[in-house]
């Protein structure tokens, strides 16, 4: 970080950027920019107001938007659901966050003036900054848009004193969900976990019904899974079923031993030419190595971890596992909260073929207890926000077994796992209630190592497999090589040389 200016190398370009954007759409800029306490400055929040004190927040559907100032102003993003029920005829896209959150929220604190909003109809975050309106608080995934999106508009701080401050005690809550947010951080703690969309292992019991095959078991090994997975890749008449899906990219960003891609430096935030990382370590290629066992089993041609209701299979319900989420299975479960109005039809027609099963999803090893890193959503609070206390306090509320139990209770992973609140999964959604999923809080989320010093940018990790070995056909080892040395090297450069840093 310079002194002078306050902010990183990564800050002053990015900011940069966005500022020769607000210049470029006429807007008036402020002789100073208001002070962050994060890595990178703030983005002033000098929107358009009318003489009530609204900001007008003009965005690419046409729609009436605006935030008042005395509204705390609550933005949750990339979590499907949140962006359910939002289309151009008018409708907001709030029913979700209403039922999880928004409702509890009020009830809690009903002297705040809550206005909730939702990536991307009708917002986005180049809408908010383009009008100087700062969200308040920010529910967002931090593994891949700290320094994706809130980094870069300076709408992170350090909430360590504030995590203190409120009392909220961290050790209490999913350890690799604190970590997560730890490791995109800078040396700091940006956020503070929420709820986990959890990867659970999705089967069909019909399926396994059909040919006399028992079901997987909680625990159950990935050799174990490729045993039953060769057997259920099977053609029988005309019909031909895959055996399981398991989404690569995934597989590998979130792998189950913890590895993170990048080299530890000198540098929390090193230059693009300084990022260096390490795809071909032994560890790293165990992982692979277990996962192109089940890419290579013929007849059983990845295609989209979606096959498992539809996805890109010419028939519903023939593929008989899949490593998928929560939110999914809530879905495939036809819980209207979970499916969009206009795919309601499709998945009543298509769950005919399928009857769920759920169990944890497969270990590395026989008796290791370890799961995906946590597919985590988290709460940040900018240090542009006017209402940092009340922000503060609704964090704090976010994470109390209170709400965390009505978390749980809409089926999603918690981050504080309480008997109750364990106990609550699934409970408020009449669609599971015929589902066993006394599995989904098993397991250990793994927990990411080795990220100090280093600089997360958001790399090409679908070139390990979907590229080199699915379509070049080449092996492991050169896979793992290439991607190191050729692919990721390329395309940092190609993405610093247009002025970005993720």
Known sequence: MSDKQGMSRRGFVRNSALIGGLAALGGALPATTAAATSSTSA???????????????????????????????????????FELGGDDAGREATRYFNAVFGDAIRAKFPNVKLKYATWDYPIRYEDLARAGRVPDLIIEDPRTRIDRDLEPLGWVQDMTPLVQQAGIDLSA????????????????????PVFIDEHVLLYNKLIFDKFGVRYPKVGSTYDDIYKTAKSLTRQDGIDHYKGFMQHPDNYLALNQLGLYPFVPGSSEQPAPEDVKVNLTTAEWKQVAYNMNRFLQLPGN????????????????????????TLSKLNAYALNP?????????????????????VTSMPVLSRGSTAIYQPNARAAFIPPQSAHKDQSLEIIKYLVSEEIQTRISSY??????????????????????????????????????KDYHNTEYWDIPLYKVFRQHVLIDGMDVDSSLQVAEQVDIPNYIKAQAAAGLTW
């Open 301 to 324: 041609t990845f295609t989209t971890v979606d096959d498992f209701f539809k996805g890109d299979m010419s028939f519903p319900g023939h593929l008989a596992m899949s490593v998928h």
């Open 173 to 192: 809550l999913n350890l690799g969900s604190v970590e997560q947010v730890k490791s995109r951080s800078d040396g700091g703690l940006y956020g503070v």
């Open 411 to 448: 089926g999603v992973k918690a981050v504080l796992q309480t008997p109750a609140v364990v106990g609550a999964f699934g409970t408020a959604l009449p669609e599971l209630q015929g589902i066993d999923t006394s599995a989904v809080y098993w397991g250990d989320n793994a927990v990411v």
């Open 43 to 81: 983005v002033p929040r000098a929107g358009a107001r009318s003489a009530a004190g609204v900001v007008d927040i003009p965005n690419r559907y046409g729609k009436p938007f605006s935030v008042a100032d005395d509204e705390l102003f609550v933005f949750a993003v990339n979590f499907k659901p």
């Open 337 to 357: 909260l979970y499916v969009e109005e206009d795919d309601a039809e499709d998945y009543a027609e298509w769950a005919k073929s399928v009857k769920i099963g």
